[in-house]
């Protein structure tokens, strides 16, 4: 059964640090979407994008966060000068087309700012 | 107004014994429906889509009250395996119907027991 895979599954990085957090999408899927959930907390939705642009964005995705789908099958969420409260899990999740509304998530990359 | 709102529980169940998880929303415009399922610090995995009529899935039964912005998740013959934090999540579409954000609850934890 295809997944959505996430790499690294940790990373350390230290305050004011750049990160880039990778996902490979489930591969005939062609909405994009990045979550994050800080430790105790709900899932937050960050962006979601459709056809090499961003679709909709919440609060959270701010100046600091960028996302690329920089070639067939990657897609990439940076954060910029990474701040103690980026520390969170990152999920990265696809879907299918418009006519279908589920989501699959990765496994997820655990983001600790030192 | 929390926008989803769940019972964080936890559930403490015996095997074999039926437990109901209860969710509202405050979002009119919310579209569609989920019970995602979330292992401690894992992904959230999808366990049923919620549909108007009602729908079922072997020992999982989801309802849906539009009128009253209240999603159910009724678990039969409690497994081991089952033991989990149930996610309600409702789905908002974005105005170009691409973006279609899920919105989170907080989650109910279930633990059952032998």
């Known amino acids: 059964e295809p997944e959505v895979t996430q790499t690294p599954s940790h990373q350390v990085t230290q305050m004011g640090q750049e990160v880039i957090l990778r996902c490979v999408p489930i591969?005939?899927?062609?909405?994009f979407y990045w979550y994050r959930q800080i430790l105790g907390q709900k899932v937050e939705f960050l962006v979601s994008?459709?056809?090499?642009?961003?679709?909709?964005k919440s609060e959270i995705f701010d100046d600091q966060f960028s996302v690329e789908r920089p070639d067939g099958s990657n897609f990439t969420l940076k954060i910029r000068s990474t701040k103690l409260e980026d520390s969170a899990m990152y999920f990265c999740?696809?879907?299918?087309?418009?006519?279908?509304?589920?989501?699959?998530f990765g496994p997820g990359t655990r983001l600790t700012v030192t | 107004r929390k926008e989803v709102e769940q019972d964080p529980g936890p559930f403490n169940v015996p095997e074999g014994a039926t437990v109901a998880f209860n969710c509202t929303y405050s979002?009119?415009?919310?579209?569609?429906f989920f019970w995602y399922r979330q292992d401690c610090r894992k992904e959230p995995k999808l366990l049923m889509s919620v549909y108007s009529s009602g729908n079922e899935d072997g020992r999982f039964t989801a309802q849906l009250n539009r009128a009253s912005q209240y999603i159910s998740l009724l678990i039969r013959d409690s497994k081991l395996s089952d033991s989990a934090t149930y996610l309600c999540?409702?789905?908002?579409?974005?105005?170009?119907?691409?973006?279609?954000?899920?919105?989170f609850g907080g989650g109910t934890r279930l633990m059952v027991k032998p």
């Open positions: 591969s005939n899927h062609l909405y």
């Open positions: 994008f459709y056809n090499n642009e961003i679709s909709e």
């Open positions: 999540v409702v789905n908002i579409p974005g105005g170009n119907n691409a973006g279609n954000m899920l919105t």
């Open positions: 979002n009119s415009a919310s579209q569609s």
């Open positions: 999740a696809s879907r299918r087309t418009s006519g279908s509304r589920e989501q699959y």
